[in-house]
């Protein structure tokens, strides 16, 4: 063995301290811990003007929830466009947002946005954008904090038990016969956000129902991507990706606060094109035509493609 390599890496692992899940970039050993504890800083200001954001706009949601029209909505989406300024969180969008102002037809359509589920971040960044309520599992609707959000922010939990599926169902088209929209995450579940997972066609029942005794207008489904890809002024490969990722038995608190920690943060979106469900033979058709659409918008923003190339996924 060549023992003066190894006391040169040596030497190099005492002068450089890099930790993939504190540090945006390669710090010198002497430097290192004064990062830390600026990150841990960060961290702490960002959660703490956050809940302060979120006492905040409280009183004033659950005042709005209860008035007809879309001044929850619109404030809802206020409340989540500022949570992600706060987080340092920046948004790059391609493409164009399908809504009722832009459709020329009579009754306006609702719409269902379906969207790639990698993150509790997906919240924030769609909840900010779309004029629509999510659709969650009900889990989290008994978690502390977020389960009151989520309230005010008129999410639908949704179990996975057969004998409440019925209702569930109702409940939903009673959302889209008031012309409200929804925000579906097809797969079910997050993933690490390398792959797109197949899509559940259940998911797509409201837009291809089993009885044509409907009594809401048919939805507009719109595929929307989403992709984490930058961090720390770099870009987000497979070893980073954890960083955003929320999935599997991961606790939200620990992944929180690692995620405060970092800044110059990017997420990029792409609007596709909607699609009708009449052109669909059934919703399997349709579930896979949705796919299809996302895996490659999703490929090519983690891929780092040109503006150019992403704008052809649309």
């Keep these: 063995m ?10 190099k692992k005492q002068y450089i301290a890099f930790d993939i899940q504190n540090l945006p970039i390669t710090y010198p050993h002497f430097l290192s811990k004064f990062s830390t504890i600026y990150q841990k800083i960060r961290a702490t200001r960002k959660i703490i003007i956050i809940l302060g954001w979120t006492v905040i706009c409280m009183p004033f949601q659950s005042f709005f929830i209860k008035l007809s029209g879309k001044t929850k909505i619109n404030f809802a989406r206020f409340y989540w466009r500022n949570v992600c300024r706060i987080l340092g969180l920046d948004l790059r969008i391609f493409g164009k947002l399908e809504n009722q102002n832009n459709q020329s037809g009579t009754p306006k359509r609702p719409i269902i946005y379906i ?3 990698t993150s509790w971040l997906d919240i924030p960044v769609l909840g900010g954008l779309l004029p629509g309520a999510f659709v969650a599992k009900e889990e989290i609707g008994s978690w502390p904090v977020i389960s009151t959000l989520c309230r005010l922010g008129r999410v639908l939990f949704v ?3 057969r004998q409440s599926t019925i209702k569930e169902q109702q409940t939903m088209e009673k959302r889209l016969e008031e012309g409200g929209n929804l925000i579906l995450f ?6 690490e956000g ?12 409201l837009a291809k129902p089993i009885s044509k005794n409907v009594t809401y207008p048919i939805p507009i489904i719109q595929p929307i991507s989403v992709v984490y890809d930058r961090l720390g002024m770099l870009p987000v490969n497979r070893l980073r990706r954890p960083i955003y990722s929320w999935y599997g038995d991961m606790e939200l608190t620990p992944h929180l606060w690692d995620f405060c920690k970092w800044s110059d943060m990017r997420a990029s ?7 009708y469900p009449e052109d669909f033979k059934n919703r399997k058709q349709l579930s896979q035509k949705a796919w299809d659409i996302i895996a490659k918008g999703t490929a090519c923003l983690r891929q780092g493609k040109s503006e150019e190339d992403i704008k052809k996924t649309i």
């Design 194 to 205: 390398s792959h797109l997972a197949p899509f559940l066609s259940s998911f797509f029942v």
């Design 159 to 161: 179990s996975r038990q």
């Design 269 to 275: 979106i792409i609007y596709h094109d909607p699609l």
């Design 115 to 117: 969207v790639n589920h």
């Design 186 to 191: 097809p797969e079910g579940t997050s993933t």
């Design 2 to 11: 060549n023992h003066s390599l190894l006391r040169s890496s040596d030497k």
